[in-house]
């Protein structure tokens, strides 16, 4: 049963351009959602998070969306760089059980 | 620096074998977490403990177990009744319980089957 769904297990970008990474959950408890990345041999880090109560959070070059009624998030990354290359999880947190749901990740690739 | 440290990074079991897996922070976070990862799919909660001699099964504790004595370790068991314990095994930390709180996650143990 999964929650929390990346329908893309991989994406590949051009340096410079957008990079867009989707997320979709079905859980109309969830209230906050966080992007975390994750390089190889290393553990996931959090990149960003956005709270329910708004559709959209900036960070940097990182920017995520929230579309409640969609139940769909997405984060954007523009300018992409080399060094973005990593496995993007999205996660989303249920508050009445403190649960926290990842979804299966999306492996970013940007090439110089 | 403060983080989060597992070890080993490679674990290899024979069968029937029990291993424990370790996890120490220096953040001083009352909340630790273990998580399984498996190929295509996300990372699934078997342990959290939100405060010290207190801990909570995730959704696939079975054949796992824990301790949390103290506040900096939160070490995992992986017991002869997991029968299929090869995956790479996360733990986490956050300053509360989840809920807001980003977790800060160690490097991962991957563990085999000999």
């Known amino acids: 049963d999964q929650q929390v769904k990346q329908n893309s297990p991989s994406l590949s970008v051009q340096e410079g351009r957008i990079s867009i990474l989707n997320c979709d959950y079905t859980n109309s408890m969830f209230d906050y959602f966080l992007w975390y990345k994750k390089y190889p041999a290393e553990g996931p880090t959090f990149l960003i998070s956005i709270s329910s109560i708004k559709d959209k959070n900036e960070d940097g070059r990182f920017t995520v969306f929230l579309n409640k009624s969609a139940k769909h998030l997405s984060l954007h990354i523009v300018p992409s760089q080399p060094g973005d290359s990593a496995v993007y999880f999205c996660?989303?947190?249920?508050?009445?059980?403190?649960?926290?749901?990842f979804g299966a990740g999306t492996r970013l690739t940007v090439k110089p | 620096d403060g983080g989060i440290t597992q070890s080993p990074k490679y674990l290899f079991r024979k069968e029937g074998q029990n291993v424990t897996l370790s996890c120490e922070q220096n953040l001083n976070h009352d909340a630790m977490y273990w998580y399984r990862q498996d190929p295509g799919q996300g990372l699934r909660l078997i342990y959290y403990?939100?405060?010290?001699?207190?801990?909570q099964k995730g959704d696939i504790a079975e054949g796992y177990s824990v301790s949390r004595e103290k506040k900096e370790s939160f070490p995992l068991t992986v017991t002869s009744a997991q029968k299929n314990p090869t995956a790479f095994y996360l733990c986490a930390s956050s300053i509360g319980t989840v809920l807001n709180q980003p977790q800060h996650f160690g490097d991962g143990t991957r563990l085999s089957i000999l």
């Open positions: 403990s939100q405060i010290v001699n207190d801990f």
């Open positions: 996660a989303a947190v249920d508050p009445s059980t403190y649960d926290m749901r």
